[in-house]
T-cell receptor, first 113, second 110 residues
Framework: NAGVTQTPKFQVLKTGQSMTLQCAQD?????MYWYRQDPGMGLRLIYY???????DKGEVPNGYNVSRLNKREFSLRLESAAPSQTSVYFC????????????FGPGTRLTVL | GDSVTQMEGPVTLSEEAFLTINCTYT??????LFWYVQYPGEGLQLLLK?????DKGSNKGFEATYRKETTSFHLEKGSVQVSDSAVYFC?????????FGAGTTVTVRA
């Protein structure tokens, strides 16, 4: 099993460009998450999906959109990238919501110039 | 809201030294507590967890005890190795998300 996979691993964008980060899990988990990691701030939740067909905002949703394409896949879209969105993005999944262990992907390092 | 405070780094140790990373939390309910580890260039991996007061989580020589009276979940290892060099995150979960501390960078020198 691959666990949680993310593409791409690295990306450089210019201000105003758009892109979609892809995430897939093969553990048959119901819940999926997108976090961003910034130095000295730990990880902050952007959006999450409790189950297929539902999505909800996390702590820092502004400037992002998400799509839960099916049970396996959860994508994050930046419609008009800004330098403040330079970060490392992690996708995670868990069996369900609640006090559950989350499994993380390897991350996407995004730089917006 | 829920929050986690963990000791600032970086921490530099020699092999076989004792490691402690302090973590305290604020939560309205009865959260589950976690320690995650991030090795260079990788995603986060669960190191250990505890789901209720007085539970002790342990893995790979690391231990942490859920102390409700002091709202703490300190991470300890008795004898560190170079391979333990990583960033360690304390986290809590009481509903739908994990709330993370800022992370502590640990470097172990041979």
């Amino acid at each position: 099993n691959a666990g949680v996979t993310q593409t791409p691993k690295f990306q450089v964008l210019k201000t105003g460009q758009s892109m979609t980060l892809q995430c897939a899990q093969d553990m048959n988990h119901n819940s999926m998450y997108w976090y961003r990691q910034d130095p000295g701030m730990g990880l902050r939740l952007i959006y999450y999906s409790a189950s297929e067909g539902t999505t909800d905002k996390g702590e820092v949703p502004n400037g992002y959109n998400v799509s839960r394409l099916n049970k396996r896949e959860f994508s994050l879209r930046l419609e008009s990238a800004a330098p403040s969105q330079t970060s490392v993005y992690f996708c995670a999944s868990s069996e369900t919501l609640g006090r559950r262990e989350q499994f993380f992907g390897p991350g996407t390092r995004l730089t917006v110039l | 809201g829920d929050s986690v405070t963990q000791m600032e780094g970086p921490v530099t140790l020699s092999e076989e030294a004792f490691l402690t990373i302090n973590c305290t939390y604020t939560a309205t309910g009865y959260p589950s507590l976690f320690w995650y580890v991030q090795y260079p260039g990788e995603g986060l991996q669960l190191l250990l967890k505890a789901t209720k007061a007085d539970d002790k989580g342990s893995n790979k020589g690391f231990e942490a005890t859920y102390r409700k009276e002091t709202t703490s979940f300190h991470l300890e290892k008795g004898s560190v190795q170079v391979s333990d060099s990583a960033v360690y995150f304390c986290a809590l979960s009481d509903d739908y998300k994990l709330s993370f501390g800022a992370g502590t960078t640990v470097t172990v020198r041979a």
